[in-house]
């Protein structure tokens, strides 16, 4: 337990932390418009 109270953790700065935020986003969208959208644009022009 004493350990565990000196063990320092890092964190990025806000900045950075936002930029991986920017940069999840973009893939979640990607990958969701690859499993959703794409399927639902091709269902529509079939139609």
Same mark, same amino acid.
């Given at each position: 337990?004493?350990?565990? /109270?000196?063990?320092?953790?890092l964190i990025?700065?806000? %900045?950075?932390?936002?930029?991986? &935020?920017?940069?999840?986003? /973009?893939?979640?969208?990607?990958?969701?418009?690859?499993? %959703?959208?794409?399927?639902?644009? &091709?269902?529509?022009?079939? /139609?």
């Amino acid at each position: 337990m004493n350990e565990l /109270k000196i063990l320092q953790i890092l964190i990025s700065p806000l %900045e950075k932390q936002q930029e991986i &935020i920017n940069i999840l986003d /973009k893939f979640d969208k990607l990958t969701n418009d690859l499993t %959703e959208g794409l399927p639902k644009e &091709i269902e529509l022009r079939e /139609k």
